[in-house]
Every structure is written in C-alpha cells, then in structure tokens.
C-alpha cells in the first residue's frame, strides 16, 4: 500500500512539473494557428470578421436619382460628387463598429459632416477620424465623402480599421475635374 502511494504522489508530481509546458505549449500554437486565420472577434456582437473584398471609388448620382458606383484611384474634384469605400464581409450580421482615418495633402478649407459628434480633426487639419457603428447591408459596410469647394488636389488615403486591426488602406488622388 506504501509503494502504492509513492509512485502516485511521484506520478503527480511529476504531472505538475510539466504542466506549464504543457499548457505553454498549448498557447504558443493557439496564437500561431488565430493568427494565421485573417479573422477577427469583433466587441459589438463578438463574431469572426473576415473580409471578403475591399474597394475604392467614386459615387454619382444620375439625373434619374440612381446611385452608380465607379471603381478608380482617380478622383474628378467635382463639386457634389463623392469619393468612398466599401468593405465586403463574409457571413456576417448584426452591427459592426469602425473607424476610417483620411489623410489629405493638406486641410481643406473647411470640414463639413453630417454628424459632428463622430468625428476628430487633428491640430494640423490635414487629418479625419471618424467612427461608425453601421449594420452591413448584404455584407457591405462603406462611408463616402462628398466633394466640397476648398477640398484640396493631391494625393489622399484612407485607412479603416476594426478596433486595431487594419481591414483597408485606400490611396487616390483628387484631380481637376
């Protein structure tokens, strides 16, 4: 009965020892293997984010009232129309939170938005940051700006990020129209 209880507590024992590396191991490939996913827990409803497209591009509205949508990294500065985004996701529902960086060339003469309370301008005034919670409409999210008098040429970028991981970086140049 002795020997019994010496080979347990040793069997123990030794369990004990090892379980840190065990468990360390365990960690190290659970990291590896999340990283390698291209997924992302998202805080609002805690779904994987996984991004299926990522696109940049003029909006027009025609005569007739119809939204169309023209990919490029050109942009006419004219007056009314806007330059944008859109992010598609795979599988996703519910509401999603992000926020978009624009860098201009230098500060426009003015900044005009549609919801002031969403939106940091840095000292210089040559940088946005916005922050949105959007429900995506068949998996897309998006944000456009609308050209104004005062928008300066040159090249632009736009990056956008769910908490800290970057789904999107976007470089375009404003050009006379």
């Given at each position: 009965m002795l020997i019994k209880i010496a080979n347990t507590q040793?069997?123990?024992g030794s369990l004990f020892l090892m379980f840190p590396l065990i468990t360390s191991g365990l960690n190290n490939s659970d990291v590896a293997l999340a990283a390698s996913k291209?997924?992302?827990?998202?805080?609002?409803?805690?779904?994987?984010?996984?991004?299926?497209?990522?696109?940049?591009?003029?909006?027009?509205?025609?005569?007739?009232?119809k939204v169309n949508f023209f990919?490029?990294?050109?942009?006419?500065?004219?007056?009314?129309?806007a330059y944008g985004w859109r992010i598609t996701l795979d599988k996703y529902s519910g509401k999603v939170q992000w926020r978009e960086v624009l860098t201009l060339p230098k500060a426009p003469e003015t900044w005009i938005t549609e919801n002031?309370?969403?939106?940091?301008?840095?000292?210089?005034?040559?940088?946005?940051?916005s922050t949105r919670i959007q429900t995506p409409i068949n998996g897309v999210i998006e944000n456009f700006?609308?050209?104004?008098?005062?928008?300066?040429?040159g090249k632009h970028q736009i990056q956008v990020y769910i908490d800290e991981r970057l789904l999107?970086?976007?470089?375009?140049?404003?050009?006379p129209f």
């Amino acid at each position: 009965m002795l020997i019994k209880i010496a080979n347990t507590q040793v069997l123990v024992g030794s369990l004990f020892l090892m379980f840190p590396l065990i468990t360390s191991g365990l960690n190290n490939s659970d990291v590896a293997l999340a990283a390698s996913k291209q997924k992302y827990s998202n805080s609002i409803t805690n779904q994987q984010i996984v991004v299926n497209k990522t696109e940049f591009g003029v909006r027009i509205i025609n005569s007739s009232g119809k939204v169309n949508f023209f990919p490029t990294t050109t942009v006419p500065l004219k007056e009314g129309d806007a330059y944008g985004w859109r992010i598609t996701l795979d599988k996703y529902s519910g509401k999603v939170q992000w926020r978009e960086v624009l860098t201009l060339p230098k500060a426009p003469e003015t900044w005009i938005t549609e919801n002031r309370e969403n939106i940091s301008i840095s000292k210089n005034g040559k940088t946005a940051t916005s922050t949105r919670i959007q429900t995506p409409i068949n998996g897309v999210i998006e944000n456009f700006w609308t050209i104004s008098p005062g928008d300066p040429l040159g090249k632009h970028q736009i990056q956008v990020y769910i908490d800290e991981r970057l789904l999107g970086t976007f470089e375009f140049e404003l050009v006379p129209f």
